[in-house]
């Protein structure tokens, strides 16, 4: 008979509190939050000395868009419970590694030349093998971050070889 109480027992999923997935969410919300509510101490700068957006804007808006996608994540895995791994794959580190790359390429060469390595290292790395959607990523991407950063947000970014070209 105890054996059998044990077991129900031993079956009894923990509460939601104690499980990985919403320990790692809590932690991120909570740092992400407590990031957001020092962004409203931030000074506004005058319409006449601001470039783009307002400087605590961007900072307001990844954090609200890393609070939403924590929740989705945490979301999606109460549907479906993560996978416990004893080692992490090889394409985590092979990311980590290209992330090196990019800081490497980005203050030698040129930062748009490091997202486009980048780009494209990624997405061969994780799976993608058809040269001419790895090429279109390579190109339409970086385009992308530039038009972003440069019109919205009003920066530039730092000179190198294909950025000197648009610059000067």
Partial sequence: MNNVRKQKRANKSLPFFFKDEFRVSFIIIFISIILLISTFSFDIVPPILNRGIQPATFPKA???LIISLTL???YLSINKPWDVKK???KNFFLTLFGFLIFII????LDFFLAISVLSIFISYNWGERRILYLILVSIIFPILVFIFFETILGLRFPPGIITNLYYY
């Fill in 62 to 64: 990844l954090l609200v």
């Fill in 72 to 74: 989705i994540i945490y």
């Fill in 87 to 89: 080692k992490l794959p």
């Fill in 105 to 108: 390429v980005s203050k030698t």
